[in-house]
């Protein structure tokens, strides 16, 4: 009896954890307009290359839209999306934006057509899910073609982040770690003072000028 009261108390001390640190999850695109969004850099809304087609958000190839952020900022998460490119088409979200670093505002979960997009023969660093130009992503098996949808989800909690591509985790490293600023190091933003480090920071949808589709994106916040 002992024993099960034990691990009855077990068992209730780790549902009170998960209730204090996992929140509920919110959506962050209501499927009718760009509410909660806004231009990086500016107070102005996504421009018109943005667009709401059957519920689902379309970035529109060859018409501008800017690169578009949430209006709040978020410091520890999950955030689940799904998303699809057209053919030869590149995207990404970065996370942990700041909009005091213009030319690197913060790290990228690349998304891409990886076989038919040019960005796919740079290496691996640059292929679906990897941290783009830093460290790559276990995809072998995880990533679908273009204009086929795919399931991501990215996960930031203290100084670890992962990142996970239809069903698995295929990314894992820890923000200013002595491994990651080497990689930084090697990296395209190597002379970018605090890139990596953690922050409170914006979501970030790009614009590269290829089609790209969002739907189901939600997050929900860890707690202390």
Not at 186 to 201: L, M, N, R, V
């Amino acid at each position: 009896m002992k024993a099960l009261a034990c691990l009855a108390a077990t068992f209730a001390l780790c549902g009170s954890v998960l209730a204090e640190t996992a929140g509920d999850w919110r959506p962050l695109f209501n499927g009718r307009d760009l509410e909660g969004w806004r231009l990086f850099g500016s107070d102005k809304p996504p421009g018109p290359g943005w667009k709401v087609v059957d519920g689902t958000l379309v970035k529109a190839a060859g018409v501008r839209g800017g690169d578009i952020v949430t209006k709040d900022a978020f410091t520890d998460f999950e955030f689940s999306w799904e998303w699809k490119v057209a053919a030869k088409g590149n995207n990404g979200v970065k996370y942990l934006v700041t909009e005091a670093r213009k030319g690197a505002p913060g790290p990228e979960y690349q998304l891409l057509d990886d076989s038919g997009h040019p960005d796919g023969k740079n290496g691996n660093k640059r292929l679906t899910a990897a941290l783009y130009d830093i460290l790559p992503a276990d995809t072998a098996t995880a990533a679908k073609p273009a204009d086929e949808w795919n399931e991501s989800r990215l996960v930031i909690r203290g100084n670890d982040v992962e990142h996970w591509l239809n069903g698995k985790k295929v990314l894992a490293y820890q923000l200013g770690s002595d491994a990651l600023k080497a990689a930084i190091a090697q990296s395209k933003f190597k002379s970018q003072p605090g890139f990596g480090e953690k922050i409170a920071g914006h979501l970030m949808l790009t614009d590269h000028g290829d089609e790209c589709a969002f739907r189901k994106l939600r997050l929900r916040e860890f707690q202390p």
